[in-house]
């Protein structure tokens, strides 16, 4: 169910097809829309009080990005859990923040570390509160950091418009309690290696932190099946494409 109308008008900025873009988006990367959930056009325009035109083209533009399925004589929905692309997005965030933390560690501020350490103390409120999707925010905003303090604000906003299958694998991993723990202390050893200084065991610490999600994912899949790609489900897609050609 979309919860979000109020975007809509938060952001006067946004014209209505942004608005209904990132209303969506926002709503599929908290999973308010599950994996594999349907979407109707018609029903989406009523609940944001807005004409099917963009919506149809906000499904369209996060079809593109893979967060949504349109599928001839079967409907649209939200796109399930691709582990192929979840891969290949830690890829492209791995990459990137190492060089980020690496230039981050030589030019490094007293208000750096006392952001981070904010951070972690939002983090950890939130635990206590069981917001998880307040934790993921703050998780981010802690890795921000990074790219803020070293001007690569351009490569952050790529990561985030290019990482929505791992975003809500991440959100999912957030599920299991014992898991929440772990990035908690993750963070704190990443943020006692900042203020020493060391940048090999910083860089080592996150990259640890990185290639988590890679062991997490098999237990995740068995635990929610339903919100996970199969392959089979990749090979109906191509012929149902193909058979259109």
Known sequence: MISDRALLQKHSSFNIGDGVYYSLRKNIITLNLKPGEPLNIK????KLNVS???????LIKLAKEGLVDVVPQKGTSVSKIDLKRVEEERFLRESLELRAIEMFMG????????R????LDMQKECVINNDL???QEYDDEFHKVFFT??????????IQSMSGHYRRIRLISLWERPIITKVIDEHKKILDSIVKGDVQEAISLFKD???????EEKELMQKYPEYFRLQSED???????????
Do not use: G, Y
């Not at 981070?116 to 951070?119: D, E, P």
């Not at 303090?149 to 790529?158: L, P, V, Y």
């Open 149 to 158: 303090t070293t001007e690569k604000n351009t490569c952050w906003e790529i």
């Open 133 to 135: 999707i307040a934790l």
């Open 107 to 114: 030019i490094k501020k007293e208000s750096d570390i006392v």
């Open 43 to 46: 029903t989406i325009s009523e």
């Open 116 to 119: 981070l350490q904010s951070i």
């Open 209 to 215: 932190h990185s290639s988590r999600i890679i062991v």
């Open 52 to 58: 099917r035109t963009p919506v149809r083209d906000a």
């Open 235 to 245: 090979n109906f897609l191509i012929k149902d494409f193909l058979s259109m050609m």
